[in-house]
């Protein structure tokens, strides 16, 4: 396995050479290491957490101070994979000082190598002046979380002509201001293709079809631990809620059975 570290240089070139680029979330040290040893590319240490790790309904929650103790977590795990650090809500859209100094938290104290910010053509004077400052950004369009009061619910983007073209200008201005890579979520896959196609960075997918350059899921929800929540863009590759529950269930079991501790897992004066 290529055990070269994984930089914006990294993933331009995968781009390039048509390789498609593997992300998953994480949002803790033991996560984080078994991803980087998998091979993934590009770890992001969503805002996400909100929901599948903290248990709040939505996104709009999580604190900086929050995200930056997941995301240190994250970044001890993790040799070669990117770690990308999500901005969470109102640390970037106050002003491009609140922008500035939340987005160097992160890189100063965890040891994120980039940040994402949601949002299009709002978002890029915003991209311009982190990149400017020499802090990496990623993009996100389409669906993005930290709207959904706005949108009123997870419902498809980008689904008519004029809101295709309107995310297509985002994407072009967001490449502009200096995104390294763009988070495509929850949209036609016919429009997610024209978008990959005319930018010459990369495309993360997520619910974006197969012609993204890279696709990224919540990892809670391909390993199947966040059970309440059903898509039709997730692929659950584990069943780990079931399997935690056996072995719940089995230990519960054994201590109301006291078999266990076994004399053999007990220290002895002997
Ligand atoms: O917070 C998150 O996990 C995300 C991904 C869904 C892209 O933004």
Not at 74 to 101: E, N
Request: proline share 3%.
């Amino acid at each position: 396995m290529n055990t070269e570290k994984v930089t914006t240089r990294t993933l331009l070139k995968m781009k390039k050479k048509g390789e498609k680029i593997a992300c998953l979330t994480a949002y803790d040290y033991l996560t984080a290491r078994l991803l980087d040893e998998c091979g993934i590319d590009l770890i992001l240490v969503g805002d996400s957490a909100a929901m599948v790790f903290a248990g709040y309904e939505n996104t709009l929650p999580i604190t900086m101070e929050a995200m930056l103790y997941h995301t240190a977590a994250v970044k001890r795990g993790v040799k070669r994979a990117m770690v990308v650090a999500d901005m969470p809500f109102l640390s970037y859209q106050t002003s491009i000082a609140d922008a500035a100094q939340n987005a160097g938290r992160f890189l100063k104290e965890s040891g994120a190598e980039a940040v994402k910010i949601e949002g299009g053509r709002v978002a890029a004077p915003i991209v311009k002046n982190l990149v400017e400052r020499g802090i990496p950004v990623m993009g996100h369009l389409g669906l993005t979380p930290q709207s959904i009061h706005k949108f009123g619910g997870y419902q498809l983007q980008a689904k008519d002509k004029e809101s295709a073209e309107r995310l297509m200008a985002a994407a072009k201005a967001l490449e502009n201001a200096g995104c390294f890579a763009i988070v495509l979520e929850k949209i036609p896959y016919q429009v997610a293709q024209e978008v990959s196609r005319e930018l010459s960075i990369p495309t993360i997918g997520i619910g974006a079809g197969p012609y993204c350059d890279g696709q990224i899921l919540v990892v809670d929800d391909m390993e199947g631990r966040y059970e309440g929540f059903e898509a039709k863009f997730v692929r659950r590759y584990a069943d780990l809620a079931g399997q935690m529950r056996t072995a719940f269930k089995a230990y519960h079991k054994d201590v109301k059975e006291k078999s266990f501790p076994s004399l053999d897992e007990s220290f002895s004066q002997e």
